[in-house]
């Protein structure tokens, strides 16, 4: 079964910068397209950005185009979101998984405030 392990999130001032990680056991990393997701408090939980099981394309939401980057490691079966720019309303937990999504793991929380 699919794992996901979320990390690295935390209290940041607007305009910080984080990176997150994900690693990612159970099935085969490196065929599979990967995903971050994002839930702030009282909202659904929506797509931030995604990446193929090769790396070679990459798609965001318009609310993180240009801030944030998604990256991969295979060799590792870890995925990543850089985040750079960041604003108040980035703030939530954010996730990663496999599409079609499948167990969720306990997310990272990422804070935004001064």
């Known amino acids: 079964q699919a794992q996901f392990v979320e990390s690295g999130g935390g209290l940041v001032q607007p305009g910080g910068s984080l990176r997150l990680s994900c690693a990612a056991s159970g099935f085969t990393f490196s065929s599979a397209s990967m995903r971050w997701y994002r839930q702030a408090p009282g909202k659904r939980r929506d797509l931030v950005a995604s990446?193929?099981?090769?790396?070679?394309?990459?798609n965001y939401a318009d609310s993180v185009k240009g801030r944030f980057t998604i990256s991969r490691d295979n060799s590792v079966n870890m995925v990543y979101l850089q985040m750079n720019s960041l604003r108040p309303e980035d703030t939530a937990v954010y996730y990663c998984?496999?599409?079609?999504?499948?167990?969720w793991g306990q997310g990272t929380l990422v804070t935004v405030s001064s």
């Open positions: 998984n496999h599409w079609p999504p499948g167990t």
């Open positions: 990446i193929t099981s090769a790396g070679d394309s990459k």
